[in-house]
């Protein structure tokens, strides 16, 4: 099931993040995420009319999703950069495919003109997966992330919506 995250949610996303940062190049971030941090980007993002959403199981969050405008700026209000998380045992199921659809209904519904995903280049599940529901390469930016001792290329990817 898709439904919307609530504070209650954030331990069980940050546990799925921190994964995420501690072991892989999904995220070039390494500073792990807090629940009480994750608890405030989740009304952050309410507060923004921004969804951010969890699959979930049983009473088992098995992945989130949430999207915020892509750069500062008016300029860019209808233009939002998405983020998709599944726990390692979620991979595969379609969960990622179901939380980026939801993002892209939102959006249409919010009246966002672009979705971008920014991919690490080797995380080639993901690129599988925005490619198979209508996302284009636009760009690449080698060297772009830095962890584990080397640099990751990052490949954006975006999905025109109206």
Do not use: C
Not at 28 to 46: D, H, M, Q, S, V
């Amino acid at each position: 099931m898709i439904r919307p995250a609530t504070a209650a949610d954030a331990a069980a996303i940050a546990d799925i993040w921190n994964r995420i940062i501690r072991d892989t190049a999904i995220s070039f971030t390494t500073e792990e995420k807090t629940t009480a941090g994750i608890a405030a980007l989740i009304a952050e993002r309410g507060a923004l009319g921004q969804p951010f959403l969890v699959a979930e199981e049983g009473s088992t969050v098995l992945g989130f999703a949430t999207y915020g405008q892509f750069r500062a700026g008016p300029g860019y209000a209808r233009s939002m950069e998405h983020s998709i998380n599944l726990a390692p045992e979620a991979r595969g199921r379609g969960l990622g495919a179901a939380l980026l659809r939801a993002l892209e209904d939102h959006a249409r519904a919010a009246g966002v003109r672009i979705l971008v995903g920014g991919i690490t280049a080797t995380n080639a599940a993901s690129l599988a997966l925005h490619a198979r529901l209508g996302y284009a390469e636009v760009g690449r930016l080698p060297d772009a992330g830095w962890k584990f001792g080397r640099y990751h290329e990052l490949v954006f990817m975006q999905k025109v919506l109206d």
